[in-house]
């Protein structure tokens, strides 16, 4: 019983529910385990003891944090103060002196409208008038304007407390009613000009392209965060090696304006040679993207620009970017620096190092400069190109723009776990609980947040990961965003079987979000797939954040588990066909998804067993669409098939509409395939055609399978401008 109660008090489950009618108990051993990268000693029942009655014994006169909506009442933690206490608040510090971005009065319900409308309030708010002071608020209270301010409490008998308070709007911004636009990974988009990889540039081409042509209101992307440097650099866009900052990988070299200023070309023109013959190979001799050759070549150009000097106005620009990232850019850099010279496992470096505060890291620091430079101008640049292709998307009319994408981890040997040691919990993994998907569950090798020193920090954290990620997003895409709520952590070395759920302040968070989004003006897009815990859609639904609902697996479960009719969708959702971990809508239609599985060993069951499921409920899906009339062409026609899936997606009331690239040109292979390592080649895949040709930009753009299949997105009486015709 004791350490059952010290682990509720610490957001620790003892036990869990895979479904409704089942409970299965944690070990004590991993709950201990837990405990322990808590910093709470659990170990033997004299420490569980010692450790309750000191944490009992911290009873606070306010939680850490608090939490204050537009609109809304009070929170107790407000409103259950003792008679006679009184408030005052510490406003929110703005860079560079007056108020916060974005901060106004707490008035009506927020930031509610299309997105990139929200602004600083104005004190009017939504509904047209200030909030009336709340009869049960304690003296001293008046509402502070948005923001993360400083909460300091004194009762009668003089005793005081302080906490984070973070008011925010009600809901973040929201999406058109309608909105269509494409999903894709963003180095897998190889045009013409790429050196190897889809870049930036392509990116902002597409967004144009798509915005014109098509009237798409976005286009979403894999996280561009930096990835985890080795032989091979990892290629998962999942596993970054940090998440606050991008990776200047995925630069446009030839768009620098140093570029065009340099003298000596020679080197540079070989190095655009040797780039050029990378792409040949992805394109037309059947080799897979490799990311390491992209950025050594990348690097030497790199290294090249950065000897040019920048003009007055570039320099004073840049000195404003370091100036706003602070030291969260200086220590990444860093990082990259000592990574070249040591390795990029933090933990193999010299002890003196392994401490981004030690003083041999600041004489490293110091010794270090001009490559600590280099990393941080490098930040800048990728800066700079994220911005060139959000405000591409947004002059070619895209309502929203470029969707973010933000994993749920990083590496546990990168940057961010080097430069924040304490907000991570050291010797746990992130992962998933066994389920009726996966018998075994899941380790994902995803050191995860300490929710005590996120609390502890005001979330400064997570506060400046949002932040860098939506300064230059229409919307941001959160994976798995149930983490907001709780995690699945795994103690080293042990399966995954014997992890345990640990809980964060999802008021909190969902409020560092809310504010972050509001500011920024933009959609917050939710990947809730799979098992969820009762409550958090509804959670999240009523902040304005949208859910993730993919087509093949909205089903009547609660009936007679058949396919959901269109009507029946949720309205507040992004509605595609897949996504980058299941198979493209070819692939699924024709079973090759089923065959790829079996030739790789990964079938449960014997393949005719897997065949006739698939089969079944592929056809399923497809009466549907028969049934209402969405499929003329009838059956045996792939293409035609693909856009009836789409039509269906259109008579759904969600208000975005995804459209997975691939999908446009027939290609049939996954992204990724989960459960793989080496025996598929996740990540480094270009776009192809249905027989595993790759496609360019430039021929995915002309596609009349694709102008075909966007057509039945179009609006009525507006259609797409096929290949060589103006666009209407």
Known sequence: MGLSRLAALHGVATSYSPSPDATVSVPDDTVIAVLAALGVDAGTPEAVRRSLVATESRSRLLPPTVVVWAGE????????????????????????????????????????????????????????GTVPRDPAAPAGWTQPPYGIHRLHVRTPDHHEATATLVVAPARVP????????????????????????????DLADLAAWAGRTLGSGFVQVNPLHAAFPGRPTDPSPYRPSSRRFPDPVHLRVESIPEYGQLHDRALLDDLRQDAAALSEAVLN??????????????????????????????????????????????????????????????????????DPRSPATARARARLLDRVDLHCRLAWLTATQ???????????????GIVHDLAVGVHPAGADTWAQRDAFAHGMSVGAPPDAFNARGQDWGLPPWRPDALATTGYASFRGLLRG???????????????????????????????????YDAEAMLAVLVLEAHRAGAVVVGEDLGTVEPGVREALARRGVLGTSVLWFERDWDGDGRPLAPEKWRQDCLATATTHDLPSTAARLTGDHVTLRHRLGLLTRTLEEELTEDVTGTAEWLALLARLRMLPEGDGDEPAAVRAVHRFLAATPARMIGVWLPDTVGDRRPQNLPGTWDQYPNWRLPIADPEGHPVTLEEITASPRLHALMEVLRPQGSRTAPPGERPV
């Open 386 to 400: 994220l911005a060139d292709a959000q405000r591409a998307a947004e002059d070619a009319g895209m309502e929203i």
């Open 285 to 354: 001799k059947g080799a897979l993207i490799d990311r390491d050759a992209v950025w050594e070549l990348k690097r030497q150009a790199l290294e090249l620009i950065a000897e040019v000097p920048l003009t007055p106005g570039r320099r004073a620009a840049y000195c404003d970017f370091l100036a706003e990232q602070g030291r969260a850019l200086e220590d990444h850099a860093l990082w990259c620096a000592l990574a070249e010279e040591h390795g990029p496992d933090w933990h193999a470096w010299p002890e003196p190092l392994r």
């Open 73 to 128: 009442p009070l929170p107790p933690a407000l409103t259950g103060l003792p008679p006679g206490s009184t408030v005052r608040v510490e406003p929110e510090p703005a860079a560079g002196g007056g108020r916060a971005p974005g901060s106004g009065p707490v008035t009506g319900t927020g930031g509610v409208g299309p997105a990139r409308a929200a602004g600083p309030e104005t004190g009017t708010g939504t509904t047209g």
């Open 469 to 503: 990620l939506l300064a230059h997003a229409g919307a941001l895409r959160i994976d798995h965003v149930m983490g907001l709520f709780r995690l699945w952590w795994v103690p080293e070395g042990r399966p995954p079987t014997d992890g345990t759920y640990v809980s």
């Open 174 to 201: 929201q999406p058109p009613e309608r909105t269509h636009g494409f999903l894709v990974q963003l180095y897998s988009l190889l045009s013409a000009r790429s050196w190897g990889m889809g870049d930036l540039g």
